[in-house]
């Protein structure tokens, strides 16, 4: 221990070793952090409100207000006079801001249909292989039940064996009545 300490103040500092069971240390960012994913669910809900009449409805009526209070109300009450600028920086800053979460919120979809895409196809080539699996079994049963003895087969050698058993018991009163016929040494 005490050569590895003189090697690491000799060239400098230590380094420290990358473990890959310990867990980082964090670290101090100037940037803010956030959840990828609660950000994510909150794009779709804001691409989902954008996407309604409820929302047309009411971003027609507060223009349509701001319109009518900035031409109609008295001159020192009005806020954004003729060219309306400030409702154009409005309108612009809310473009500005839904066009990327509605970009968000359809990669976000996309990703979920590829991974149900990926599913399905998954699910396919498993089904695809249990067909022809019961396919091949079915036709080895076909295959072998030639040599297996079936009911009806069975039955129809039973059946033989009955009338072949009639014809010998009729058969059997003739040969004795021609053996009683028949003299005796």
Known sequence: ???????ATASGPARSRV???VPRETRISVLPSYDPETFGRMSERVARFLGTGRFLIWMSVLLFLWVLWNTSAPNDLRFDNYPFIFMNLALSLQAAYAAPLILLAQNRQDDRDRVNLEQDRRRNERSIADTEYLSREIAALRMNMGE????????SELQDMLKE???RRQAEPERSDKADAAPRP
Request: aromatic residues 4%; hydrophobic residues 40%; glycine residues 0%.
């Open 148 to 155: 297996v003895a079936t009911r009806d087969w069975i039955r």
């Open 165 to 167: 058993l009639e014809e």
């Open 19 to 21: 473990r890959l069971d």
């Open 1 to 7: 221990m005490t050569m590895e300490r003189s090697k």
